[in-house]
């Protein structure tokens, strides 16, 4: 899978790791443990896989720092799952390849296009719109008028990046999304008639953001959506028109972020959970898979179900959820039991 | 932003409101409070914001009708959302730009294209399509044989229209929308294998739709999928074979409706809610995001949950939800008690 | 609708029928029993619907096999859904039309395309792609390098496939759709920064599969993702890395299943439900819309909520759910009955 060759001793020093076994064994790729061949090294991530590690047919390990094992040549560091995507980083890694802009794409008027670029059939680029250096652009593209793409940035087929929007370096862009569109805002009128809201604001993405496939970023209505450096998006999110997310949140699969909400640095969203319009999450905080937040959520905090509560309750109260009805024919019987208790030492009561 | 001049009597006419102040001050554009400045008029939707108004550079304000202030220039109005939306709208309106159609786009036989119109390149027209004029159709559009498509309508890139579907004029699709793919039907045969079922029917989109990025809408299994004038639909909506959506209605993003559900008029879905197959929901009712209706909703009735029930039942439990832990430790606690009471009372009776 | 004509004894052999009524009957297409016309068969699904039938125009129908009715020429069989799908494919089906490849598409090196293809333009084919017999592949699509498309395949607009994916026989992909973008894995370094994980596996998809608009399905980190034969896949579902997906598998409209998540053969998962990673749903299980499952599921299970519990309980528990504010009054009640109860019996006591 890698034309490359490298020691075991340069890996290690890679990866900042502690070397067991000959540093000059050659490794040509990574694999998994289960599928590794003579000349690949293979990653542990936690030491309880270790019988699976003894019968793997990989040439070395990347193993957890604190494992006790050095029967194979391993690497030891402090997070193998991080170590592993590094070195597989290192032998995936491919030089740019310039093949310049394809005869068959459509440039408009008064664009900056570097020499160094990939441009492929059917990309269709605007006017005025400007390209950084090493940005490969596959077939089907499109970018409107006045958008500015930074240096090594790789767009998958049929992207849609709408005017105006600007996107950093280092970003990569996954097939089918769509960049810019109009926020959904509308005004009503007496007779039910919504007029709608012109959205002259713009997307601005920041370095080393990774968008996935078929999602939906809408420009603000005025001022931008502004998605921050090295976060992490899903496919098939959508996020509204003025939404702030801070640097290096995760945004998993099928969330969608309503219009105006604010992200801190390092949120992670779940898969198909939902955030309100104008509330905050702040830094650090989780919100569980399928969630619906309707209000600010603190900093760190860990929150599930619709309405978001914290996440210690939601389990609880989950929990139960699933004894209702067990617990109601408890009740009923209380009920009964009260009833004849009352009957017994108030006989003079009538009972409501 | 924009290149108009009007004066404050001329945008309060347009609004049918209420002047305060110099009517002739020109102004060039409306922006928000916050950001507005000398030239432009801002907006102020409810009385509680006047501080930020009061601290605003803007020239001139459009304000609620009930608001007792004219310090500042002021055109009053019962709704200024809308009063801002309908200038907005005055300051962004362009004239149709006739670029005619791109020599790199595709036209196929028999089409019926008036010349006031904008087709981009690699844009694909099947044949027998007809168009509206003023039609603007981005770069990377498809539309397939025997579709037809109204005046003044605008396709952003990389939308598809599949054969036979018909929508109307002054209708919005932005980026990688599907209108008119298969709806999702299958025979089951007694081996487990689907036979699917051909969709022969269409899509009919009326006048004033928009429809967000990335949305499907399926076509008809015979017959046709409606979605009535007016209606504005979110980004990644799913909309199922033979849907009626009524007029006005609103469908926020990551909806789905399944097959042959219908709503009436002035219906709103929140975000991620769902509406089962074969189902009514009534003029006026709405649908709390990520609800799930399962069930036929009477007009104007708000429903939550999954499955949908009556909005206040439905904030009510949710509370209730949130303290069954508490709840269920008191029930324990009461059970114990009546043991005990059960004892001393009917010291002869076993207890189950 | 269709040029074929065709007996009704004919029609009756066809779907193994019991056919009553005179056997030389020409129809010439299939309606539903409203619309239907003369000279076209409709279909009863259930026998409750007589009435609608026997008000019905059409020539003939398709009805229950325990139907004792044949006034009208009737074709009795076990199954009419699955009978009349049978028919309106022999209606609907049209002989391969090979246009061959449009001057407008652009075709990669060392490809392999027969002769029988139908390549509509501003379809872009990278290099060494491999396509069988009768494709059709729709304006605009993309097909990487070294994909490989099987016979009878049908692909239509915007739709993306990745480098190296492979699909089988008589698939079809709707528009929109983005077959092999790269799976969501980052590892997290000690600043918070999130290091890409390249994703070297691929995307397979067996025979007869059917994917919707706009669905997308990630390459395996390691290995494939693989959508075993017969799976059909409803509009706006993300399925993951390294998910596999048994054989005649359903997946419902704006479904999520997370990375590595397994499914056995003839599972149902409902619209908006989402599946774990690392989950295993066993054969014919179900999951009901709008669930969330986050552990295995045994073969046949049927489930539903969040986390998803077994369906008939959580019926009971979502009844239940919607008394809370009901039974919570009464436990309140109750509560206050011990207490006067235990005041009277247990006068020395205090109450906690």
Known sequence: MSAKNITLAELSRMVDGELHGDPDIAIHGLANLATAVAGEIA??????GIETLKNSHGAAFI??????????????VANPYLAAAIIQNFFQAKPFQTTGISPKAHIGSDCDIPAETSIGPFVSIGDRVKLGKRVFIHPGVVICDDAVIGDDCLLYPNVTVYHSCTIGSGVIIHGGTVIGSDGFGFATDENGNH????HIGTVQIDDNVEIGANVTIDRGTFGKTHIMRGVKIDNLVQIGHNVKIGGNSIIVAQVGIAGSASLGKNVVLGGQSAVKGHIHLDDGSMV?????V??????GAIVSGIPAIPHKDWLKASIIFAKLPKIYGELRDMQKKIVKIYEKIFPDESQD
Chains 1, 2, 3 share one sequence.
């Open 43 to 48: 990653f542990l991530v936690k030491a309880a």
């Open 63 to 76: 193993v957890p720092r604190t494992l006790s094992y050095d029967d194979k040549p391993v690497i030891k």
């Open 195 to 198: 007029v709608k809201w012109p």
């Open 288 to 292: 569980a898979g399928k969630s619906g």
């Open 294 to 299: 309707h209000s600010n959520v603190p900093k």
